[in-house]
């Protein structure tokens, strides 16, 4: 899952993506391990072999966008599009270079960008819709083109009021269409506003409101200082609780974010605890047994015959995966079976 870092010039994006790659990024695009406290405590029992988590791939290669008030280049455009999430990054803390405008701002930037992400929507429905009335089948109820233009007739009023894609209200078919004309301000959006060290902890009253505001909006939004999470990942894990005590935070922030990057992405995480390898596998919210068996190996799908689950709360419980199993806590579930998240599979079948 491709994960876009978007925002202004100079507003922290490199500081944060490095951050939040935890000293394993590589160029402009890394494969970031998503913190789960249950894989962690799951590897520490199963000491397998090899560990794979979780992952989503962060992307510090989009370019800055135009600031105070330009739209968007179309460079920007063509990059963001590709994403299956944007990650606002937006400038919070006092900067000398100053590249857009030379008061600090970060409500005003974070609306700005939202703008622009919708202005960019409105100016392909309103090309498409001027398109479409020279289509012959435009007018012939249930063809394609009088639906889209349907569809596009009731969204344009609500983008030009600056309400994003992602919170209107849309059936299968006009799902589809928008992800194939791939709206970006469809696509699920993060916000880290990238604060000074000491509102960090402790946001603006401000801050806290807008951050109240973009959740309803189904927006998760949150307070990070990025130069502080780049000294955190730099640190050795036996010395970083130390530091985030004094910080007054319990992890780093940027787990916080990358987490709700993920949940935001629709994914939650099943897994499979063998001896060789101990791996947590994304998956779509919702999705059955046979889709995580799809998940593991076309071939294990295939040849699916029952799945073995262990819910995360009786493996704990139970303190190792036999344990739980002598206790009478696996169940045997058929390929509709819908994973939750935190189970832990072993997929009986005949390969
Ligand atoms: N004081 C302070 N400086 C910061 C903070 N975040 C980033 N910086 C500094 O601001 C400058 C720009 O940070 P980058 O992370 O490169 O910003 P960027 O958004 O990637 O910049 P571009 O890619 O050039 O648009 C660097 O000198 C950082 O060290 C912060 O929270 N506080
Ligand atoms: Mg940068």
Redesign the pocket.
Known sequence: MKVAII???????????RAAARGLAKGEVTSVPVPDERFDTIVAQVKPKKQTPATVVLH?DVE?ANGAGKAFSQRFIDQAKKADLLLH?V?????P?S?YYTEIDPLRDQENIDVELVLADLQIVENRLERLQKSPTVKQSGSPDYLEKQFFDRVKPLLEEGTPMRAIEMNDDEQTVGRNYQFLSLKPMVVAF????SDAANPSAAIKTRIAELAKKETPAFCV????EEEIAQLDSADQPEFLESLGLKEPASNVVIRAVYDALGLITFFTAGENDTHAWPLRKGSNALKAAATIHNEIAKGFIRAEIVHYSDYLAAGSLDAAYSAGKMSLEGKEYVIQDGDLLHIRNKS
């Open positions: 925002g202004y010039a100079q507003a922290g994006k490199s500081t944060f993506y510090d800055a990054v400038r919070g803390f006092d900067n270079i590249p990238n604060v000074s060290e200082s990025a130069p502080i």
